[in-house]
């Protein structure tokens, strides 16, 4: 039974006299415990505390379109970030505001723009903006998309920096800060911001009233080295509204220890690299490594259903030249970062130096088509269909071809099929922040059978390493890659599956999820920690 002390969390331990030893205790669990839905849950319901909980992103976690017999139907979008947060919404029942873009959103909505969710299962309220396509055009694919994601992602693409798309960028800022502070309502909140959209909005909450929050914002993208961020022409002002944040997290530390480097050359602020912490304006923000994961006991639990069984016998009935065949397959969106070209390319240098594998392997390619009006994206899709047009026609027959490429969206069943398929899974980014689709793939993989090839310039090459390394620029290592996943005995691909699959059952979301939420929740006892003369480092790694 929970005592009086532990209901009172950090404040009754205190007022109780309990020394630095609880505190400990209280913040950091044991390392040995294992993070599931269950323990988040708990943690969420002991410690929140009355305090509101708050998630902004760009990308709403629901929905709501018309089909094309006019019925609303409530859909989830395919996002790995969704996936992520969607368990701390159901288990704080906080708030989640988002830009509203179904074309029936409005119609669901009550007169503060607000509707529960899940439809099935309501757990939390979805608070939607509306931005206007001219500011959207602006804000998200002008700046965001045009601008701080190629500069980000290190593939060689020129970012375009306009100043009406940086005027819609913070706009459309101001108009999420508005929303978000409709919904503290002047009361004690956590607010937990999502990406590189949001870059002004922690600076706007607390110029604007927010006094009572404390701001976490999580990257889901590399952060450049200094010489890079330079090119940015309004460096300062967004760095300043980054540092309005009491905590910044990134995938991975080398990704935090550019943004201190970053900050160190470009602003006036203290930045300590030693405690990975930057003081500005009386405000300190600490900056810290959070790799965020999956669900993977869910996923696993999905890999082996009967309706995951079913899909992978539907995968044979399209394609029927996978059946008796080796099977490589990638998964992801049609993005100049995904290094599809480069993939294809290597395949081709791989039928060139191995022939005796022609007509025996047939490789899956699923792109979903994203952003493709931009003219970067473009681009990309006419440089993927002229190389597996290319490969096609050199290698194939009129009975097998060498490539299947399916540019359209897939249901996690039929995604999960095809994991289950796969004598090899292939992610060769040429930068992502960590790329979830990689563990995906581990999760999926039970009977501890296939081989994973990925980029070095993954934050999941930093987790997974028994996967057969590459870099993605180089079509003789890909070639290599494929030949190794081929020819891997069984005991072999058991062992690395195996260690893999370890790795991301105890790194999982809850777990990413659970560190974050202590660190937010420390961070509003800093003064006691102060009292109790417990250094905050004490608890870099908390949960």
């Not at 020129?158 to 940086?166: A, H, T």
């Not at 590459?470 to 081929?486: D, F, G």
């Not at 999982?508 to 202590?518: E, F, K, M, Q």
Request: with cysteine.
């Amino acid at each position: 039974m929970e005592t009086k002390t532990q209901r009172g969390g950090l404040q009754g331990l205190i007022k109780n006299g309990l020394r630095s030893t609880k505190l400990l205790e209280w913040l950091r669990p044991a390392s040995g415990v294992r993070w599931d839905r269950e323990r988040l849950h708990q943690l969420i319901q002991s410690r929140l505390d009355g305090r509101k909980f708050i998630v902004v992103s760009n990308r709403e976690p629901f929905i709501h379109r018309r089909d094309k017999s006019g019925v609303i139907q409530c859909i989830r979008p395919a996002s790995g970030m969704a996936t992520a947060l969607h368990p701390i919404m159901m288990a704080s029942g906080g708030t989640w505001v988002a830009h509203g873009a179904g074309d029936a959103d409005r119609e669901v909505v009550d007169a503060q723009d607000c509707v529960m969710v899940p439809p099935e299962a309501p757990g939390y309220k979805l608070r939607r903006v509306w931005v206007d396509p001219e500011l959207e055009k602006g804000f998200y694919y002008g700046l965001s998309n045009e601008g701080l994601w190629p500069l980000c992602h290190i593939t060689f693409t020129r970012p375009e920096f306009r100043p009406k798309d940086w005027q819609a960028y913070k706009e459309a800022n101001r108009l999420f800060a508005e929303a978000v502070l409709e919904e503290t309502q002047g009361e004690r909140a956590l607010v937990f911001i999502q990406d590189y959209h949001f870059c002004l909005l922690p600076r706007m909450l607390r110029e604007m009233g927010g006094g009572r929050i404390i701001c976490a914002q999580f990257w889901h993208i590399p952060w450049p080295n200094r010489e890079v961020f330079r090119a940015f022409p309004w460096g300062e002002e967004l760095l300043d509204g980054l540092l309005g944040n009491d905590l910044l997290g990134f995938h991975i530390h080398y990704h935090c220890q550019n943004f201190l480097d970053t900050v160190d050359r470009s602003l006036e602020a203290r930045v300590d690299t030693d405690r990975s912490e930057i003081a500005r304006r009386g405000h300190l923000t600490r900056v810290r490594p959070f790799p965020i994961s999956i669900d993977f006991e869910a996923d696993s639990l999905l890999a082996q259903s009967a309706e995951v069984q079913a899909a992978m016998e539907r995968w044979f009935q399209r394609l029927p030249g996978l059946r008796g065949r080796k099977i490589g397959a990638s998964i992801e969106r049609l993005d100049y970062s995904k290094g599809i070209p480069q993939r294809i390319h290597g395949l081709e240098h791989f039928f060139e130096q191995h022939p005796e594998w022609i007509g025996k392997l047939c490789f899956v390619q699923i792109a979903v088509p994203s952003r493709d009006h931009l003219a970067s994206y473009k681009a990309e899709q006419e440089a993927v269909d002229e190389a597996v047009d290319r490969v096609n026609d050199r290698f194939g027959t009129p009975e097998w071809q060498p490539v299947c490429l399916l540019k359209e969206h897939h249901g996690p069943v039929d995604m999960m099929a095809l994991h289950r398929l796969a004598d090899f899974f292939m992610v060769n980014s040429l930068h992502d922040g960590m790329n979830l689709v990689a563990k995906e793939f581990v999760a999926s993989r039970g009977d501890e059978r296939g081989v994973l090839i990925l980029s070095h310039f993954t934050g999941a090459s930093r987790e997974l390493s028994q996967a057969v390394g590459v870099n993605p620029y180089a079509v003789e290592q890909i070639s290599a890659a494929v030949s190794t996943a081929l020819t891997m005995s069984p005991a072999r691909q058991q062992r690395r599956m195996r260690l893999m699959r370890e790795q991301v059952a105890h790194q999982n979301v809850y777990r990413w999820a659970g560190r974050l939420l202590t660190a937010m929740l420390r961070i509003e006892h800093l003064d006691d920690l102060e009292e109790e003369n417990v250094p905050e480092e004490t608890f870099a790694d908390a949960a």
